[in-house]
Every structure is written in structure tokens, then in C-alpha cells.
């Protein structure tokens, strides 16, 4: 069955490192992986799309790896601050025909200390 | 900013009981989303509209849920009866049109407690 992961362990890191994320995907080929940021008692925020022709995307201290091969992105926040603790959910359109039926990781808990 | 309107934000119901969630999107998006996200989880799929057309509503329980979004703006979720296993938060998104590469916006999502 269709399934992704992501780290089930909260990430704690000191203020001004890098964060770094992982989302793995198995039986999909999918064309594209969005990047959601979600905290305590709220929606989620989308953060970044990067589509399967794109190795790499950039968002300000933001940066998105998508590995087909491996079938694995990679999120990463460099200089972090604490206003960077929340949850980062991964997702993917659970279709082959691109309708926006996304499936999401449960998501990995980033806590920044200062 | 535009944003994705829910009501009740909480709401707390005894099992077997009704209960009704309602969600105004953004202004011009045509296509609605009504998720479950249960503690620890990703959000999951329940409903997809495409104005006031069903799109995907395969992971709905439909013996007990349904959603209506008739005039193509607002939409309805509704669950009777209640079971305890439906304690979850229940988020609205939506996105201007059908298609994975725009991105969904998330209202604040009702917190529904089954007792």
C-alpha cells in the first residue's frame, strides 16, 4: 500500500543550526511533494511545493531536496530561531492524475531552543 | 489576508449524537477539502469538492458522515451518529482549482470531543 514516512521523534536543536527533515515515500511515482508547517491547534501552512524535475528549491532559509531514486526529500532550516518550533508535514497526491488528493506524513515535531 | 473560515472551533458531544461543522473557503476557490486529523497524525482525506460537485469522497465513512457544499461556496460536514472514535480535529482547506501544484489553505480546523 501507498505510504509515507516521516521521523515519528521530535528534533530538538540549538538556535542557529540547521534543521534537517526527512520524508520517505513507498509505491509512488509521484510528480511532485508539498512541505506543510503546522502548530499547536491550527491548519496547516503551506510552505513549498518542488516537483520531480527538481532537485533542489529555495524559499529564504528554507531548502527542499526531492531524491526519486532514493524516494526520499529532504527538508532542511538553516539558522533556525525558535520561531521555527512546529510540526512539518510532508505530502503527496495520492492519484496518478495530479487532483489534489494529498496524503500526508504524521508529520516530525521541531523544537528550537535558544 | 483571505482566509479559510471554520465554525465551531470546539465542540464537545456525547456519542449518537449529531454534530455539524460548517467551513467558508476563500473567495474564488473552487475546490474544497474536508480532512480528519487524529492526534500524532497527518491530516487524512475525507472529501473533495469541485464547486458543488463531489469529486473524491472515497475515504468518507458514509454510513454516518456526508458533506454538501450546494451553492458552491460553503459546505457542511456532518456526522450522526457521533462515536467516540471520531474525537479528532476536522480541518476545511481549500485551493483555487483542482490540481497538486496549488496549494491548499487550511482553516483552524473544529476540534470535535466525543464523550
Known amino acids: 500500500s501507498q505510504k509515507i514516512e516521516q521521523n515519528s521523534e521530535a528534533l530538538n536543536i540549538q538556535e542557529g543550526k540547521t534543521a534537517t527533515l526527512t520524508c520517505n515515500y513507498t509505491?509512488?511515482?509521484?510528480?511532485?511533494l508539498q512541505w506543510y508547517r503546522q502548530d499547536p491547534g491550527r491548519g496547516p501552512v503551506f510552505l513549498l511545493l518542488?516537483?520531480?524535475?527538481?532537485k533542489e528549491k529555495r524559499k529564504e532559509r528554507l531548502k527542499v531536496t526531492f531524491d526519486t531514486t532514493l524516494k526520499q526529500s529532504l527538508f532542511h532550516i538553516t539558522a533556525s530561531q525558535p520561531a521555527d518550533s512546529a510540526t512539518y508535514l510532508c505530502?503527496?497526491?495520492?492519484?496518478?492524475?495530479?487532483?489534489?488528493?494529498?496524503?500526508f506524513g504524521q508529520g516530525t515535531t521541531l523544537q528550537v531552543k535558544p | 489576508e483571505a482566509e479559510v473560515a471554520q465554525s465551531p472551533r470546539y465542540k464537545i458531544t456525547e456519542k449518537s449524537q449529531a454534530v455539524a461543522f460548517w467551513c467558508d473557503p476563500i473567495?474564488?476557490?473552487?475546490?474544497l477539502y474536508w480532512y480528519r486529523q487524529i492526534l500524532g497524525q497527518g491530516p487524512e482525506l475525507l472529501v473533495q469538492?469541485?464547486?458543488?460537485?463531489?469529486?473524491?469522497d472515497s475515504q468518507l465513512p458514509k454510513d454516518r458522515f456526508s458533506a454538501e457544499r450546494l451553492k458552491g461556496v460553503d459546505s457542511t460536514l456532518k456526522i450522526q451518529p457521533a462515536e467516540l472514535g471520531d474525537s479528532a480535529m476536522y480541518l476545511c482547506?481549500?485551493?483555487?482549482?483542482?490540481?497538486?501544484?496549488?496549494?491548499?489553505?487550511f482553516g483552524p480546523g473544529t476540534r470535535l470531543t466525543v464523550l
Open positions: 505530502a503527496l497526491d495520492r492519484s496518478s492524475s495530479n487532483t489534489g488528493k494529498l496524503i
Open positions: 509505491n509512488y511515482s509521484p510528480a511532485y
Open positions: 518542488i516537483r520531480e524535475n527538481e
Open positions: 473567495s474564488g476557490h473552487a475546490t
Open positions: 482547506a481549500s485551493s483555487l482549482e483542482v490540481s497538486s501544484y496549488n496549494e491548499q489553505f
Open positions: 469538492f469541485q464547486d458543488e460537485s463531489v469529486v473524491d
